[in-house]
């Protein structure tokens, strides 16, 4: 129980400092490498909706998550995989650069990103929260309940992938990124 909490708690926290860390510099990696903001959102967009596809129909013979094993460091699974690719993937970077993006378009300097930090702290501690009680949850909602809710996330999911399509693309036919 203690190392699961370890985890948990060490996963949230790197899955937290890479949001931050692509909420107030993810502009620029992106333009050091010079991808489009309009790019990020359609290739985030597309990995976002098929997250959401996903999670419509999970796969047959699905891998089950990784566990820390007798004597491996919390550390290890904790940043590689559940921080980054499972919790911080390509879609949730693309969401944060493109919310950063769109509230410091509409209002000078960082306290624009104020509600977006406070929306990334929110989601860490609930995620904490989700994986130190997982087990309670998964014997509460019962196996119907998980496939329901995981239908549903899926579907809001999608349809979050299908607005950053939206919004790269048109983004790119507004600046001619097309070239």
């Known amino acids: 129980a203690a190392a699961h909490r370890r985890v948990a708690f060490w996963s949230c926290v790197y899955a937290l400092e890479l949001m931050l ?3 107030f510099f993810g502009a ?4 050091f490498f010079g991808v489009p903001l ?6 985030g967009g597309i990995v976002l909706t098929r997250i959401g596809f996903d999670l419509f129909s999970p796969p047959a013979g699905a891998r089950p998550p990784p566990t820390a ?6 550390g290890n699974i904790a940043f590689m995989p559940l921080a980054m690719p499972l919790m911080v993937g390509p879609g949730v970077i693309a969401t944060v650069v493109s919310m950063a993006s769109k509230a410091k378009s509409a209002h000078s300097g960082i306290a624009a990103l104020a509600p ?3 929306a990334t702290l929110a989601a860490a501690f609930v995620t904490y929260l989700c994986l130190v009680f ?3 949850l998964s014997k509460a909602l019962g196996p119907l309940g998980i ?8 579907f809001f999911v999608s349809a979050m992938g299908v607005g950053l399509v939206f919004d790269g ?3 790119a036919a507004q600046t001619q990124a097309w070239r």
């Open 28 to 31: 620029l990696v992106m333009k």
């Open 116 to 118: 977006i930090v406070g």
């Open 38 to 43: 309009s790019m990020v959102r359609i290739a």
């Open 169 to 171: 693309i048109v983004e």
């Open 147 to 154: 496939d329901a809710a995981s239908r549903i996330v899926g």
């Open 134 to 136: 997982a087990e309670k």
């Open 21 to 23: 860390f692509f909420l």
């Open 69 to 74: 094993e007798a004597g491996e460091e919390a």
